[in-house]
């Protein structure tokens, strides 16, 4: 079966501070993979995704940027943070089929703090 | 522009008193619509998958139905423990799921 990890759980960093935020899929290969922040009370925000090892795309300018170094490797960073980078953030992973299986299936999520 | 609305945004409930959630939609194309139960500090938890109008999918106490337009997540005599934000997406493309806000459902003893 298939496993999503991430980590860290929760981080609290100052303003100013380097973003790395790692998550990793097992049990499938060529995963397409996700992350999104959800805002309290709020519905999830679609940052980047991954259909290929080194390929990213970008849904929202911000300060933030992902990396996909390996098949089932997914990362967030950011080399200074801002107040607006709190929240909680999630990695997904899903594997599109022409007739099913198109189930989107998420991390337990890393809740970062940013004072 | 492809959006997907749910409502109520929040749902209080007697245990036992039955009620349903709607997520409406409006897609150029639909590759499938999705339900989701996320608990608080917790990533969601994947439901149903619905793919065309007319399709049903149970699961416990749940019940999810398509229309072309919309989808209802009927809860029958829920319990406490349902208590949770019931989110909805759909998949318009071929990548990119868009979200509904949730409905955060209370069910009291």
């Known amino acids: 079966s298939q496993t999503i990890h991430q980590w860290p759980a929760t981080l609290v960093q100052p303003v100013g501070s380097p973003l790395s935020l790692e998550c990793t899929v097992e049990?499938?290969?060529?995963?397409?993979l996700y992350w999104y922040r959800q805002a309290a009370g709020r519905g999830l925000q679609l940052l980047f995704y991954s259909v290929g090892i080194g390929q990213i795309s970008s849904e929202v300018p911000q300060n933030l940027s992902a990396s996909r170094p390996q098949d089932r490797q997914f990362i967030l960073s950011s080399k200074k943070l801002l107040l607006s980078d709190s929240g909680f953030y999630l990695c997904?992973?899903?594997?599109?089929?022409?007739?099913?299986?198109?189930?989107?299936?998420f991390g337990p999520g890393t809740r970062l703090t940013v004072l | 522009e492809d959006q997907v609305t749910q409502s109520p945004e929040a749902l209080r409930l007697q245990e036992g008193e039955s009620s349903s959630l709607n997520c409406s939609y409006t897609?150029?194309?639909?590759?499938?619509l999705f339900w989701y139960r996320q608990d608080p500090g917790k990533g969601p938890e994947f439901l149903f998958t619905?793919?065309?109008a007319g399709e049903e999918k149970e699961k416990e106490r749940l019940k999810a139905t398509l229309t072309k337009k919309e989808s209802f997540l009927h809860i029958t005599a829920p319990k406490p423990e349902d208590s949770a934000t019931y989110l909805c997406?759909?998949?318009?493309?071929?990548?990119?799921?868009?979200f509904g806000t949730g409905t955060r459902l209370k069910v009291l003893a």
């Open positions: 997904a992973w899903s594997r599109l089929d022409p007739f099913s299986y198109n189930e989107q299936f």
């Open positions: 997406a759909v998949l318009p493309g071929t990548y990119k799921y868009i």
């Open positions: 619905l793919y065309s």
């Open positions: 049990g499938t290969s060529n995963p397409n």
């Open positions: 897609v150029s194309g639909l590759r499938g």
